[in-house]
């Protein structure tokens, strides 16, 4: 089996009209639309709206589709229980991973995957994943849950539950756009996870949930904790070569750096650089400047690998400038991702077979089982 093989790479697997990766060039596209154009000219709202229903809305589609959101921003209170129970004992990916799950328990489409059915659960996973995520930190930390407000769009009122301050208009700007580019991309992992099991025709949720699993692991959404926790252990601008390759040397991975499909830098860690550029710019009591520290790790690995950096590299310092602790960054990650789960799962229901590769057997050949004497 070759290495390529290996990782599935170059496999189609399904056909999907959502996003596609030109990765020699570094180009990401949502519905044909350069991502660089969206995160210029568009809210997270209207790039759901897009990643859900092909096109970006006219401003009436745009009101109403915000209103569903608005209007989807309230969980159970069987949901708040366990988001209470997971403050005291989980981490935060684990409690994501089972309020995902918690959060089918008395949605009224459970049992539909009509896609009338999953667009009106996509829209209430899109509102109460930021809700049970920021009750869940809130509690962590023995403070009363704020409630969302409807007067804010999505990125404002994620910032205001979670910090408890309203945010200024740039930080939910920056939000909105770290969100946009979170939003989807391709077979990644994960997707591929939200596939895989809603091709065996159960429901949405129960898709979301491997999903979130999937985006967990260190080698994907989890670069972005690891990333910032390896800035916070470096912790100085000066120590940032010595510890590059210190790691490098001992033939650990960096976190950040290196994708299975981009050939050049993720276009996406084109933006997040120079929004990162500019907050930093804008702020010079962050001590120590983690944006500094960013380039010049990035410059480092390419000096000794010739590495690029992936989206996760410069998301990092940009979240925890906005008041992400380290450990919800993954976490935060998801929440904005299940826009582009949910769009993935819909389109899997209306063109469905269920996924099944196959494999290479390495194991014993044929043999005959001994007789029981034979074993004894
Ligand atoms: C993203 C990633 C999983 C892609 O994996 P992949 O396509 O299987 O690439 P490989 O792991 O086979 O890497 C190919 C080579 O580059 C090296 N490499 C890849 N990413 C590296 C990294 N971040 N740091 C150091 N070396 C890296 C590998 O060690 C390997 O070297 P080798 O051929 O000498 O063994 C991988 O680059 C990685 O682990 N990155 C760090 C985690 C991360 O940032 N994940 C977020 C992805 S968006």
């Not at 009436?60 to 209007?71: H, K, P, T, V």
């Not at 049992?111 to 667009?119: I, L």
């Not at 960096?254 to 933006?271: C, E, N």
């Amino acid at each position: 089996m070759s290495q390529n093989e290996k990782g599935l790479r170059g496999v189609v697997a399904v056909e999907s009209g959502i996003t596609s990766i030109d990765g020699e060039r570094g180009i990401l596209r949502y519905r044909g639309y350069n991502v660089a154009d969206l995160v210029e000219h568009c809210t997270f709202e209207e790039v759901c709206h897009l990643l859900l229903h092909g096109e970006l809305p006219d401003a009436d589609q745009l009101a109403s589709f915000e209103e569903g959101l608005r209007a989807a921003r309230t969980i159970p209170t069987e949901v708040e229980a366990v988001v209470d129970d997971s403050a005291r004992y989980a981490r935060p990916m684990e409690a994501m991973r089972s309020m995902g799950s918690a959060l089918s328990f008395s949605d009224p489409d459970k049992a539909s995957n009509d896609p009338e059915a999953n667009q009106r659960k996509a829209v209430r996973l899109i509102s109460q994943l930021p809700i049970v995520m920021a009750r869940y930190r809130r509690r962590y930390y023995g403070l009363e849950p704020e409630g969302p407000d409807p007067e804010l769009d999505y990125a404002a009122n994620f910032l205001w539950m979670l910090r408890g301050e309203l945010p200024s208009e740039e930080d939910a700007r920056v939000f909105d756009i770290v969100s946009i580019l979170h939003a989807d991309h391709e077979m990644n992992a994960s997707t591929f996870a939200a596939r895989v099991i809603a091709a065996t025709c159960t429901d949405m949720h129960s898709a979301i949930v491997g999903a979130i699993a999937a985006l967990k692991g260190p080698l994907h959404g989890g670069a972005n904790e690891w990333v910032m926790a390896t800035l916070k252990r470096i912790g100085s601008e000066d120590k940032v070569e010595a510890a590059v390759d210190e790691m490098l040397d001992q033939g650990k991975k960096i976190p950040g750096f290196g994708h299975a499909i981009y050939k050049v830098t993720d276009p996406r860690a084109i933006i997040l650089k120079e929004i990162g550029r500019k907050v930093f710019d804008r702020v010079d009591s962050i001590e120590p400047n983690w944006f500094a520290m960013t380039e010049r790790m990035e410059r480092r690995v390419f000096e000794r690998k010739g590495l690029v950096p992936n989206v996760d590299l410069y998301s990092a310092s940009v979240l925890y400038y906005l008041g992400f602790p380290v450990d919800l960054l993954t976490a935060l990650f998801a929440a904005n991702r299940v826009a582009g789960w949910a769009a993935h799962v819909i389109e899997q229901h209306l063109d469905n077979r269920i996924i099944r590769p196959t494999i290479n057997y390495t194991g014993p050949p044929a043999r005959e089982l001994p007789v029981s004497q034979e074993r004894a």
